[in-house]
């Protein structure tokens, strides 16, 4: 649906100005929306939903930290174990390895499918709209300086140990996750497709991934840019999350931050604090925005910004996906002088 066709329904235009607010209209059931559709209906919201989507495709965004997204899928009644394919050993990136602490690669199409059967889609008058569009962000207004990169994926049969592979450049990246069975996900983020289709050409000649066990390929879209570049995050009565309002890292993780974003939505929706929303954003996603700012070091050639920024981004991921040993960091400072 077109922002410019959305009739703003419910009785205020105002958030602030409304009673507490009891029914809500969702657009965009993907990672973040179809989540806070169940958690919203479990505590007797009036929830509506709606999807462009016929069905969850599989866009082979596979990769998801483990307990974070464990505690969180644990609130709507699933247990991510049930679609966990595979549990990478190390991380390797430009030859540099990260030992994996909690990195697990899931069947993402087969969790939202299990959850949109709890969902019943249709359009409700609703006091509050949710843009959990993703990088359309549909019903929000638009970014200005938006950023948003294209990326190529393929999925293919290959004999090689589970790990996750990565070939990154300054301006984006290409990876080989493992899906078990020998079957992998190959795929390349960059500022334009050109750009990533070279990644992968460069990430097959690094690990040996040769082209010719294509079991199928498609396109994608994922917007690079922090929360604090993503605002309004409330705009009379839409409120945004997930990738919709930048709640993607710097390195891309957009599955947690998404589903971290809805969970806090619902809390302000119960405690009748929408008010408080974008400051919440803004506190639980500080780490996204040290990312970011460490990425733009990166690709404005900035040195000493990246590597002071350096231990930080470390810290931050040893403690979320993967920890890098005294060796490796010295590759690693090498690499980014
Ligand atoms: C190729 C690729 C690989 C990725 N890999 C990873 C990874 O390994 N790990 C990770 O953590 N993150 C990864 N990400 C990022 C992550 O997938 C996203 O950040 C996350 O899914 C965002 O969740 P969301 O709910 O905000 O949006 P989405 O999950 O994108 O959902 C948006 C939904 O809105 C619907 N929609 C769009 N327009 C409209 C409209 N006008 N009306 C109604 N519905 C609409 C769409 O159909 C979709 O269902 C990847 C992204 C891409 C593109």
Redesign the pocket.
């Known amino acids: ?1 077109k922002r410019s066709e959305r009739k703003i329904s419910g009785r205020a235009n105002n958030i602030s100005d409304a009673d507490p607010i009891d029914k809500v209209q969702i ?7 179809s989540f806070l559709y169940v958690l919203l209906k479990q505590s007797g919201f009036k929830v509506g939903i ?4 016929k069905e ?1 495709d599989c ?6 930290m483990y307990r974070e997204a464990n505690k969180i899928y644990k609130k709507i009644g699933i247990d991510l174990q049930d679609y966990v394919l595979a549990r990478p050993e190390y991380v390797i990136t430009n030859k540099i390895e990260f030992k994996n602490k909690n990195v697990v690669i899931f069947d993402k199409k087969k969790l939202l499918e299990d959850v949109w059967k709890e969902i019943e889609f249709k359009e409700i008058e609703a006091d509050i709209l949710v843009d ?5 962000r ?1 019903l929000l207004p638009a970014i200005k300086e938006d950023k948003i990169y294209p ?1 190529i ?1 393929t999925i293919e049969e290959h004999r090689a140990e589970e790990n996750i592979y990565v070939y990154a450049c300054k301006t984006g990246y290409a990876w080989a ?1 493992p899906l078990g069975n020998n079957r992998w996900h190959v ?1 390349a ?1 960059d500022i334009d497709e050109t750009k990533a289709t070279e990644l992968i050409k460069k990430l097959r000649e690094e690990f040996e991934f040769r082209k010719d066990h294509e079991i199928c390929k498609c396109k ?3 917007r690079l840019l922090p929360p604090s570049k993503c605002k309004p995050f409330v705009s009379k009565n839409i409120v945004g ?4 309002i930048g ?2 890292s710097g390195l ?7 589903l971290r974003s809805a969970e806090i939505l619902y809390d302000c929706l119960v405690n009748d604090e929408l008010d408080k929303f974008e400051s919440m954003i803004m506190d639980e996603f500080r780490w996204i925005e040290v990312e970011h700012k460490f990425i733009e070091a990166i690709q404005e050639g900035k040195r000493l910004t990246t590597l002071l920024l350096l231990p930080k981004v470390v810290a931050i991921e040893s403690k979320r996906s993967a920890k890098l040993s005294v060796r490796g960091m010295r590759r690693l400072i090498k690499l980014l002088k």
Do not use: L
């Open positions: 649906m657009y965009g059931a993907g990672t973040a929306g709606k999807d462009i989507r969850p866009k082979c965004a596979w990769g998801i959990s569009t993703g990088h359309r549909a990326t994926q996750f795929g983020g994608g879209k994922i999350i997930g990738e919709a709640c993607v891309g993780e957009g599955n947690v931050p998404s």
